[in-house]
C-alpha cells in the first residue's frame, strides 16, 4: 500500500514531512504577525518549544491521518511555508487542507503550485472525493488562490474560531474529485 502523504515535487518546491530540524522555521514562521494575520486557530508562537511541540503532533502522519508538509524552496533550499491535511473522514473521503505561506513569497503563485501537487495527492493518495478549506472572511488572496484552484464557496462558517475573546467567520470552500478532473 502507497503512502498517503508521499514527498511532492512541482517545478518550484519540494513538499516534505516535517521534521525536528524545522522548529527554527516553524518557530520564526508562527511568530510572524503578518504569517498569522488570518490563523486564528491558534495564538502566535512566543517560544521555540510551541514550535517544538507542533512538529512533534504530526510525527507519524501516516498512522495518525493528518499531515505537515513543509514547503521548501528548491533553488535556495529554504523552507518557506507549510500545508496539510486534517479532519480526515474515511468513510465519506473528506479531508480539510491548511496552509500558510512566508510572506516574502505572497503573490508569486507558490502556493497555488503547493496546493496544486496536495490536492492531486488526496485525491489519488487519500483517496478523497471532497476536499475542505476554511478562510477568514478578511483574507481575500487566501479565498482568491482556493477560487483559482475552482474550489467553491459554499457559504460562510458563523463563529469558526474563538481568538482573543472574539468569534472570527470564516468563508467555507470545497473541491469535490469531478471537478478538479473535468
Not at 508538509?69 to 491535511?85: A, D, F, H, N, R
Not at 476554511?134 to 477560487?147: Q, W
Not at 463563529?159 to 482573543?164: A, M, N
Request: glycine share 6%.
Amino acid at each position: 500500500m502507497g503512502k498517503f502523504f508521499p514527498e511532492l515535487e512541482t517545478n518550484r518546491l519540494t513538499l516534505r514531512d516535517i521534521i525536528g530540524d524545522d522548529a527554527d522555521f516553524i518557530y520564526k514562521h508562527f511568530s510572524n504577525e503578518k504569517v498569522c494575520e488570518y490563523l486564528y486557530d491558534e495564538e502566535i508562537y512566543t517560544k521555540k518549544e510551541e514550535a517544538i511541540e507542533l512538529i512533534e503532533s504530526y510525527i507519524n502522519s501516516e498512522e495518525k491521518g493528518y499531515n505537515r508538509w513543509v514547503l521548501v524552496e528548491k533553488s535556495s533550499q529554504e523552507p518557506i511555508g507549510t500545508c496539510g491535511y486534517f479532519l480526515w473522514d474515511k468513510v465519506n473521503n473528506i479531508a480539510e487542507i491548511g496552509y500558510d505561506l512566508w510572506h516574502e513569497f505572497w503573490g508569486l503563485g507558490y502556493m497555488k503550485e503547493a496546493l496544486t501537487a496536495a490536492i492531486e495527492s488526496g485525491f489519488t493518495n487519500m483517496n478523497l472525493n471532497r476536499i475542505n478549506a476554511h478562510v477568514a472572511l478578511e483574507n481575500e488572496k487566501s479565498a482568491n488562490t482556493l477560487e483559482s484552484l475552482e474550489f467553491k464557496r459554499e457559504g460562510i462558517y458563523r463563529d469558526k474560531h474563538l481568538f482573543r475573546g472574539k468569534y472570527y467567520d470564516h468563508y467555507s470552500y470545497s473541491l469535490l474529485k469531478k471537478d478538479w478532473y473535468e
